[in-house]
């Protein structure tokens, strides 16, 4: 073909995390079809929908079934019902939002991508190991990106000391996706000081603030200041089920201005454009989920992930294996043992206990050496993961 491509493509790895491991295991099982697999690799959910959530898509799906309920092409930024839904999802955080700051969407995995549109030629700073999308999706926009190490000697969670320059686009996520790091109210202030003195914009990925057990702002926006310099992302995938049902949003708040343009009205443009809203009985579940009656219901499938997080914890502390996470978050960071790289410890794990984590390299350089189990499998599955970890350190 004669056609030219994005040359940014060329930077980034050739498959995607989670597709490089899929595609290993389907290696490893047409090869071995008698092992008996325990996936902790993906944080993918495996608890049903909950009753209210099944109820109101039930009811939904009823209403599409009848001439004089039937709806078509859903309101571009989602139904009211929904914005006022999540509208007072933040007011138990003390926050207020405006419903015209909401933005409904089909996933934070498709918002954290998308969002790179909206902006130009900026430094974007990200922590390093790190839910995959934040780089690789400013890598195919070919932004120039620069980590900020999360360590053991920093407790996982990067600060903005010492950092010059301004004007940064720099990506938070807490709790963190791999390690499990919480921030806490002090240092998230001191991001939103450095965001605002700067002119930089946090973009806030919220979508495990359901894990958060101690006291830790689930909302970015708990933070005086936030609002003139982060937007926030957050899901229902992980607390309510929703990985295969898709549903979660974006707030962008309307005095976040940057070239004369408003960020909320330019959201709303690019959304408007390329995306036709979520379904209506997704929507109607969600409402569901964010109801008082599911929000106890998803506590209890927090509660019940939490509960296989404290059983992995604890085989690999009586096992001597440091590790992190698993407190205020459903994922486990364990530093690998033995020699060879955290993929070869992947792979060592794999054949020898026939159990799917996910190697720390896969989140960034600074994930070397490390390695991530979920605790989102079910108790059965988790047992015997546990009793085979036991066997395997
Ligand atoms: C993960 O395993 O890191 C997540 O499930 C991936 C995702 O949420 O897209």
């Excluded at 609002?227 to 976040?256: H, M, N, Q, Y």
């Excluded at 408003?262 to 390329?274: I, N, P, V």
């Excluded at 914890?313 to 992190?324: E, M």
Aim: hydrophobic share 40%.
């Amino acid at each position: 073909m004669k056609i030219k491509i994005n040359e940014n493509y060329r930077s980034v790895g050739k498959s995607y995390l989670f597709s490089e491991i899929a595609s290993r295991v389907a290696k490893f099982t047409a090869a071995h079809p008698e092992a008996r697999m325990i996936r902790l690799g993906i944080g993918d959910v495996t608890l049903p929908l909950t009753p209210a959530v099944t109820s109101a898509m039930s009811a939904a799906v009823s209403e599409m079934a009848e001439k004089s309920t039937f709806r078509g092409y859903a309101p571009e930024f989602g139904y009211d019902f929904l914005l006022e839904a999540i509208k007072r999802r933040y007011e138990r955080f003390g926050v207020a939002l405006g419903t015209s700051e909401i933005f409904v969407s089909d996933g934070a995995k498709s918002d954290v991508g998308n969002i790179t549109e909206l902006f130009g030629d900026n430094t974007v700073l990200i922590p390093d190991p790190v839910y995959p999308v934040y780089l690789d999706s400013n890598l195919m926009a070919g932004r120039r990106v620069e980590f900020l190490p999360a360590t053991e000697e920093n407790g996982f969670l990067p600060m903005p000391d010492g950092i010059r320059g301004e004007g940064y686009i720099i990506y938070i996520c807490s709790p963190n996706n791999p390690t499990g790091a919480v921030y806490d109210r002090e240092m998230l202030a001191a991001w939103v000081d450095f965001a605002n003195r700067t002119g930089s914009l946090i973009i806030f990925d919220a979508a495990y603030e359901a894990y958060i057990s101690d006291g830790c702002p689930h909302s970015i926006y708990e933070i005086e200041g936030a609002r003139a310099c982060a937007v926030e992302i957050c899901s229902l995938s992980k607390d309510a089920g929703f990985t295969g049902t898709r549903c979660s949003w974006t707030v962008v708040p309307s005095e976040l201005t940057a070239g004369g343009m408003s960020l909320c009205e330019m959201w709303g443009r690019r959304q408007a454009t390329k995306f036709n809203g979520v379904p209506y009985v997704v929507q109607r579940g969600a409402e569901a989920a964010l109801s008082d009656t599911g929000r106890e219901e998803c506590l209890g499938l927090v509660k019940y992930y939490m509960e296989n997080a404290t059983r992995l914890a604890s085989v690999l502390r009586k096992r001597g294996v440091t590790f992190t996470g698993g407190v205020s978050s459903p994922y486990i960071w364990l530093k690998c043992t033995g020699t060879g790289s955290s993929w070869e410890f992947f792979d060592r794990l794999l054949t020898e206990a026939n159990i799917v984590g996910t190697p720390g390299a896969g989140f960034g350089k600074c994930g070397e050496g490390y390695f991530r189990l979920t605790a989102f499998g079910s108790h059965e599955a988790t047992d015997e993961a546990a009793a085979r970890l036991r066997t395997f350190f």
